[in-house]
């Protein structure tokens, strides 16, 4: 069924606490995911199973993301996380693709109806995009879908386990562009290669190793897998 289209999306500014608080619980399940990614990369076999386990690790950062909110003239609720959120804008002429994960604030969600909302024409407060052991050309179509649909607050995950390191990669890691935060974990045989530049916009790998290190002396808990 095709999706419902309104004249235009809906563009709400999130309440300004709650994207503080939705920034913070994205930069720590963030950093969780590069950091268990770093420890055990074969722990998840594809990606999908990587947007799961960021989706549990955000909850974990911020309980809140997954309790109801109303939408507007309606019985009904949402919540904060989703998976598969459509683009706010088309791109190429080809129709709206799909976000790996989205934030949408509660005062974002009561702007919408429950047509609206299955429509997907809410623009997320923050969206999220992930690539596992892809190269170049996967990185940069999710930089650019991120730059296109103007994203208030974007994040690009770049896991790799395979192939060696990238120049081109390195680069737009370092330079995403349009505020764009970034994380990329390259995993090698024995040896875990880091750039990582999430809160600044700056490569931070001491800080990431550090954390890495923290972790070392305890395997990881039951569940938990990739508790910091």
Known sequence: MARPKPKAPIEIEPESVWLLAAKSAAHSAIN???IGFLRHPFLHRV???LHVELVRLLVR??????????LRNSEHHSQAIHKEW???FPRDGNGRGNFDLALVSPNQLSAADPKEFRGGWIKAAIVIEMGL????NHLKRDRDKLV???ATVGYLIHLQRTGGLDDRTLELVRKPGSDIQTTYVHHHL???TVTHNLAES???TEALQAAIDRTEASPPQPGLPFAA
């Open 86 to 88: 459509p683009e706010t």
């Open 190 to 192: 024995d040896k875990g």
């Open 148 to 150: 296109n649909s103007k």
């Open 47 to 49: 990606e999908h199973s």
């Open 133 to 136: 052991d892809y190269g170049w």
């Open 202 to 204: 700056v490569i931070r």
């Open 61 to 70: 950062a911020k309980p809140d993301l997954a309790l109801p909110s109303p």
């Open 32 to 34: 969780d995911l590069a």
